[in-house]
C-alpha cells in the first residue's frame, strides 16, 4: 500500500469524508497484508482523522447547547 497523497494529508471536507477515511485505514490494518513501510503514516493519519472528528462533534455539541438554552428565552 502506498502512503497518502497529498491530497489524503489535509484536513477532510467533512464529517462523513474523514469517517470513511477512516473506515479504509481501518480496513486497511485489520488486513493480512499490511505495509509495515506505511503502517506508521496510517497510524498517524487516523490519529489526526479522529482527533479532527472529536473536534467537529464538540463543535457541534456547542451548537446544539446554544440553541437548546436559547429555547427557553422564549418564555
Same mark, same amino acid.
Given at each position: ?16 469524508? +474523514? @469517517? =470513511? ?5 481501518? #480496513?486497511? !490494518? ?7 513501510? +506505511? @503502517? =506508521? ?5 487516523? #490519529?489526526? !482523522? ?9 463543535? =457541534? ?15
Amino acid at each position: 500500500m502506498n502512503p497518502p497523497s497529498k491530497a489524503a494529508t489535509g484536513e477532510p471536507k467533512g464529517y462523513a469524508e +474523514a @469517517l =470513511a477515511e477512516l473506515e479504509k485505514i481501518l #480496513s486497511v !490494518l485489520d488486513g493480512n497484508s499490511v505495509d509495515v513501510d +506505511a @503502517l =506508521a503514516t496510517q497510524v498517524q493519519r487516523a #490519529s489526526f !482523522l479522529i482527533t479532527w472528528c472529536r473536534g467537529r462533534i464538540d463543535a =457541534a455539541q456547542l451548537q446544539v447547547d446554544k440553541v437548546v438554552a436559547g429555547l427557553g428565552d422564549d418564555e
